[in-house]
């Protein structure tokens, strides 16, 4: 009997050692080693606009500009690998509806915010009214500009009042590829006056000696925050963790001095 308990025991053991040994090949098995291990991060790819000094333009097939710089510090924080373009404007509007990429460098609206989920701001612009000082006119309010022939940029929105005057037919809107020509018609004598952001305008007519032969009146037009977004929906973790490095450098003083690089020349 003690015989038979004692034969009983010993295949006990056997049969757990063999379970046991079956397990760990399971475990060091190469196939089971790559199902555990984490995919690769794929590059999160952004566009920004490749026509709009300083913030955001296309030099030697790269994206530059203070956009460029303030979404590049961010990426950097988060440590995610992240590819960088400079396309037209209208293309990088599509291929954020799309979902093919994000898109920084962007203002609000009503309409784009149906399509696109934002960050919080990483800039705010003033978009300004800009004349001939020979030919200047007073702007106080949307109303002023009846009748005037104004020289605007494709695919840019100036702020819901501006917009819906326009859709109106308050004015007349040229609608150009950017501010260079836009600000050459203006010379040229072709439009009563140029809307375009301060930063960008006053940057222009710094590099064009055109600072005597263009004013921009007191007024500004609308103050607009400028985004980075991405498909309704599709990015909602990322956007978050976008959110809590702008914050970061917002406080640490980041945000001002890549904005004063830009703005103090």
């Known amino acids: 009997m003690v015989d038979l308990e004692n034969r009983v025991s010993r295949n006990r053991l056997r049969l757990l050692s063999l379970a046991s040994l079956a397990w760990a090949v ?5 196939s089971t080693t790559a199902r555990a291990a984490p995919p690769a991060s794929k590059a999160i790819l952004v566009n920004f606009d490749d026509h709009n000094a300083p913030v955001m333009y296309l030099e030697n097939g790269a994206a530059k500009g203070l956009y460029p710089e303030i979404v590049t510090e961010v990426f950097r924080r988060l440590n995610l690998p992240h590819t960088f373009k400079s396309i037209p404007w209208n293309r990088a509007l599509s291929e954020a509806y799309g979902d093919q990429a994000g898109i920084a460098g962007i203002y609000w609206s009503k309409e784009r915010a149906a399509r696109l989920d934002y960050s919080a701001p990483i800039y705010v612009e003033k978009m300004m009214m800009y004349v001939s000082p020979s030919k200047s006119f007073v702007f106080n309010k949307i109303e002023d500009l009846k009748g005037k022939k104004l020289a605007i940029t494709q695919g840019t ?20 590829l950017g501010d260079e020509q836009n600000f050459e018609k203006l010379a040229q004598g072709r439009t009563d006056a140029v809307v375009a952001s301060e930063i960008a305008g006053s940057n222009l007519l710094r590099k064009k000696n055109m600072t005597a032969a263009v004013i921009a009146l007191k007024h500004p037009v609308s103050i607009l925050t400028v985004h980075i977004a991405f498909a309704k929906g599709k990015h909602l ?20 001095k890549l904005s004063k690089q ?3 020349k």
């Open 262 to 264: 830009y703005t103090e």
């Open 26 to 30: 399971c475990w060091l098995s190469p």
């Open 157 to 176: 929105v100036y702020g819901k009042e501006f917009d819906e005057a326009k859709a109106s037919g308050l004015f007349t809107a040229e609608e150009n």
């Open 237 to 256: 973790d990322l956007l978050g963790e976008i959110n809590k490095e702008l914050a970061a450098l917002r406080s640490d003083g980041t945000l001002e």
